[in-house]
C-alpha cells in the first residue's frame, strides 16, 4: 500500500478495502483494547451507582484509547525501512491513526448511547465533551512521545502520566468548570503539531530508527 498516489493506495481499492486493510496495520490488540475496555465497563457500571457511569466511562474510555494509540505510534517495528518507501511514513501514521479515532468514536457513541437510554447518565453531551478533551490529550501525548522511540512501551507510560496529571491536579485546580476540557483539548492539540513537525524530520526518525 505504499504507492505514489494520492493517499498511499491503489487506485481501485473502495472505502472498506482501505478501511479494512488500515485496521489490520493498526493491530487487532490496539482495537481490542477499546472494545474491551468498553464490555468491561458495561458490566462494571451494572453494579456502580449510576452517579458514577458518566465519570467513569470520561475517565477509562480515554485512557485505553490513549494507550491504543500509544500502540499505533510507538508500534512500527521497521521504521528504518519504512522511510526508505514511497509512501511518507507520516501520512501512513495519519492513516493509522484515523483508524483508531473512527473506531473510539463509535465506541464511545454507543456507550453514552446506552446509558443515555438507561438512565444511568443525564447529560451524555458533557460526558461525551469531558472523554473528547481527555482523548485528544492522550493522543498528542501518545504521538508526540512515540515519535521517533520505536517502542510503545515508554509512550504508554507517559500516556498514564498524563492521564493521572488530568485527573488529579488539573481537575483539581479547576474543579467544576469547563476550563479543565478546553485546558486538556488545547495542550493535546498543540502536541499534535509539534509532534507533526517532528515527523516530517526524517533525519530525526532515521536517527531515532537505528538508535
Sequence with gaps: MNLPVP???????????MAGHEMRRCGMPALAVLTGT???LGVVLVVLPSSWAGWLVASALPLAFGMAAAMVAGGEDALELHL???TPYPRTLRR??????????VVLAAVVGVLSASGRVHDPVQVLVDAGSVAILLLGTAV?????????????????????????????????????AVVAAGAGLALL???????EDSEHLMRAAVA
Aim: a positive charge.
Design 7 to 17: 493517499l498511499g493506495y491503489l487506485p481501485h481499492m473502495d472505502l472498506g478495502s
Design 38 to 40: 468498553a464490555v468491561a
Design 84 to 86: 526508505t518507501l514511497p
Design 96 to 105: 493509522r491513526l484515523a483508524v483508531l479515532v473512527g473506531v473510539a468514536a
Design 144 to 180: 508526540y512521545a512515540a515519535v521517533g522511540s520505536g517502542s510503545p512501551g515508554a509512550p504508554s507510560a507517559v500516556v498514564l502520566t498524563a492521564w493521572l496529571a488530568k485527573l488529579l491536579v488539573l481537575d483539581g485546580a479547576l474543579r467544576g468548570s469547563g476550563t479543565a
Design 193 to 199: 503539531l509539534v509532534a507533526g513537525r517532528r515527523l
